[in-house]
């Protein structure tokens, strides 16, 4: 079946310093991707997303590219800030009928001052 | 268009009770999902309709969960005889079918506590 792995959190990072998170995936077919953030009591906001292969979501200084040789879609940021502390959630979506999304585990994010 | 609610946000309960969520969708989406998430773990498919059909259910939705979306609107979950290990939070997005492929709002879910 569809499945999305995630970097094992949590990652403390002091501010401004780069952001990865890594995430590959395997599907049963063509997927979508997409990045989620979740912050403490709240519901998943999209961060970004690409929709086929080569495409680079960007959203926030937050970049991805779906690299499909590689299957994967890891997350980038230049400079992190204290508010970029959250949960974030890969996620993926295969194109059928059905757009139900099967998501990683989540990477905790802390961004220390 | 507010966005995606669910009520209640919090609900605490004993096992063996019935509980029911209820979630309201943005208001031009057909398709409505059901997630649910434990802790330290991503959200897992439950369920979805499109309009007011359930299309799909998860192995995780046991007979003790049902859903319905009486008039292709809001949408509840009940869970009868509650269990220990359905403590999670149950998470409802929305989206249009004929939208970006698949973007889902999601709403602020409910946490569920079974005592």
Same mark, same amino acid.
């Not at chain 1, 709240?42 to 906001?45: R, T």
């Not at chain 1, 292969?53 to 937050?62: I, M, V, Y």
């Not at chain 2, 509650?82 to 939070?89: F, R």
């Given at each position: ?7 094992e ?25 997409f ?6 009591g709240?519901?998943?906001?999209l /961060?970004?997303?690409?929709?086929k %292969? ?6 926030? $200084?937050?970049e991805? !590219?779906y690299?499909k040789e ?6 980038e ?7 970029d502390?959250?949960?974030y959630?890969?996620? /993926?979506?295969l194109?059928t009928? %059905?757009?139900k999304?099967?998501f990683?585990? $989540?990477?905790?994010l !802390?961004?220390?001052p | ?8 946000r ?10 029911t ?7 031009e989406?057909?398709r409505?999902?059901w997630?649910?998430q434990?802790?330290?773990q991503g959200?897992e ?5 499109q309009?007011?059909?359930?299309l ?7 007979d ?5 979306r ?11 005889r ?8 149950y998470l409802?997005?929305?989206?249009f079918?004929a939208g970006f492929p698949?973007?889902?709002?999601f ?5 569920l506590?079974?005592?």
């Open positions: 079946g569809d499945s999305v792995t995630q970097m959190g949590p990652v403390t990072l002091s501010e401004e310093a780069f952001l990865t998170i890594n995430c590959t995936y395997t599907a049963t077919g063509y997927p979508s991707l990045w989620y953030v979740q912050y403490p709240e519901g998943l906001q /961060l970004l997303k690409a929709t %292969a080569d495409d680079k979501g960007s959203n926030k $200084g937050f991805a !590219t690299r590689t299957t994967s879609f890891h997350l940021k230049g400079s992190v800030q204290v508010s502390s959250a949960v959630f890969c996620a /993926l979506t194109n009928n %059905a757009g999304s099967t990683g585990d $989540g990477t905790t !802390t961004v220390k | 268009d507010t966005g995606v609610s669910q009520d209640p919090h609900k605490i309960t004993k096992r063996g009770q019935n509980v969520f209820r979630c309201d969708p943005i208001s989406h057909n409505l999902y997630y649910r434990t802790l330290g959200p498919f439950l369920t979805y309709f309009n007011e059909a359930q799909e259910k998860s192995r995780l939705l046991s003790r969960f049902s859903a319905e009486p008039k292709g609107s809001f949408s509840t979950l009940e869970i009868q509650t269990e220990q290990g359905d403590s999670a939070m409802c997005a929305s989206s079918v698949h973007e889902q709002f709403g602020p879910g409910t946490r506590t079974v005592l």
